[in-house]
């Protein structure tokens, strides 16, 4: 692996929520850094800030205390429009697979492409369709969510969190919703279409029986990060 620029860097992160008497902190001086390709599995019991760090580390919540640098950029000091192109570098992978209900697996994935108008409507049907072809769902281009199973549907999220070759995955508790077999199946995938494609993942999960497709694992409690 090249242990070039990190594209992740965090610097003496903290963060809070609540106002005055109220105020509480979730994390507490978090620092640590993600080479690009690497997959980094991150553990630790529910409440312990998981969800909280991969929602400032993906520009969805603003930085309150600390520095958080994505590809040489400084997220603290980003003004919206930035956040904004910082997001779209990003594939984002949740806990439920978050389609869009009325629209068909192979338009759920082209949305990745909204953003992207340098690419004409043919070039991003045909990317999308390779990319659901590589997650095995060739076959169910056309078919709508409720259609699909709890794997299938999770393989399109992937499938459109993958498309656009971002840099940085960040998947919350993909697996939970599914049996174990199927879970372990869904992260192995992403874990060879990142590999495939050069991008990092930061993995949040509470499964054991997939820790071993991390090149790193690293662990929160009560807002602190614990290195293996
Ligand atoms: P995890 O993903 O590890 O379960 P979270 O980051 O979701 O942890 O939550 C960390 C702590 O912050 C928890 O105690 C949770 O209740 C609290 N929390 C999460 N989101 C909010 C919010 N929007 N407002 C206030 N407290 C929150
Ligand atoms: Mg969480």
Redesign the pocket.
Known sequence: MTLSNPILSIQNLNHY??EAALKRQ?LSNINFKIHPQEIVILT?P???????LLTLIGGLRSVQQGQLQFLGQYLNAATPTEMIKTRRKIGYIFQAHNLMPFLTASQNVQLSFEFQPSLSRQEAIARSEQMLAAVRLKHRLNYYPQSLSGGEKQRVAIARALVTDPPLILADEPTASLDSKTGRDVVELMQVLAKDKGSAVLLVTHDNRILDVADRIIR?EDGCLICD
């Open positions: 929520y609540g979730v630790g529910s409440g312990s800030g998981k969800t909280t929160m």
